[in-house]
């Protein structure tokens, strides 16, 4: 007779807390790590949402924004009633890019090298005397990314970090910092556009473009870091195989 290993341990290892920088991204992560590894089989029930919040240090609002937006991805379903709860799915979604898939070790080239190219720029950016027309250009691309529509975020998301590498006054750093973005999309392009997500990146932008205009070289680089890892949590998540 075969003894099937206790699902528990592995639940409580992956179920721990989160990094508050990036609340929303690192519960979206877990769960998605719990689903992905198979630690929760098709149709079994997730923890109850306080037991959710409990166990990674977040709020029951977040375990819920993270529950829809999986729900909304195919990964989760809701039922209502006696026996009712939030359930894996009894068919998840298909890897999207037409088969492509990306490992950690992709995953995380791109991202580490983001981090050293990015977080450079932005304290860069912080500790220069900005002429009147690179602060009018961080602006617009801050506005810009905050009113897109969805099918536009990436595109303009992309310009305003293309901004800030041009406001830290190094030429030759700016077709790096477009070179690795251009690796970053297309790993974004195989996730879908998380609404939270959109709010939380738009609050992480003006507070590193604020940074910058402030002279903030720390807050600036501290922030620019959580951004990069949030990414990097929704990532992980979705598509490491």
């Known amino acids: 007779m075969t003894v099937e290993p206790d699902p528990q341990p592995a639940r409580e290892t992956l179920l721990r807390p989160v990094r508050l920088g990036n609340a929303f991204e690192d519960t979206v992560g877990r769960l998605l790590e719990t689903i992905r590894l198979g630690v929760l089989a098709p149709g079994e029930s997730l923890p109850p949402e306080r037991e959710l919040a409990t166990r990674l240090g977040v709020s029951r609002d977040t375990v819920r924004e993270a529950i829809k937006s999986l729900s909304e991805a195919g990964y989760l379903v809701s039922r209502r009633g006696r026996y009712g709860g939030t359930f894996l799915a009894d068919d998840l979604p298909a890897p999207s890019g037409d088969g492509v898939r990306f490992s950690r070790a992709d995953i995380d080239d791109t991202l580490r090298l983001r981090e050293v190219l990015e977080v450079g720029a932005a304290r860069m950016a912080a500790g220069r005397t900005l002429t009147a027309a690179e602060r009018e250009t961080l602006w617009s691309r801050l506005r810009d990314v905050r009113g897109a529509a969805l099918e536009d975020y990436r595109r303009l998301d992309s310009r305003l970090h293309l901004a800030i590498a041009e406001a830290a006054g190094v030429p030759s750093l700016v077709p790096l910092v477009a070179e690795n973005r251009m690796r970053l999309n297309e790993l974004l392009d195989h996730i879908p556009l998380l609404a939270r997500n959109i709010v939380h990146s738009d609050e992480q932008?003006?507070?590193?473009?604020?940074?910058?205009?402030?002279?903030?070289?720390?807050?600036?680089?501290?922030?620019?870091?959580?951004?990069?890892?949030?990414?990097?949590?929704?990532?992980?998540?979705?598509?490491?195989?």
């Open 205 to 241: 932008h003006d507070a590193i473009v604020m940074a910058i205009l402030a002279g903030d070289a720390d807050g600036a680089a501290e922030t620019m870091t959580a951004h990069v890892w949030g990414s990097a949590s929704l990532l992980h998540g979705f598509l490491d195989s």
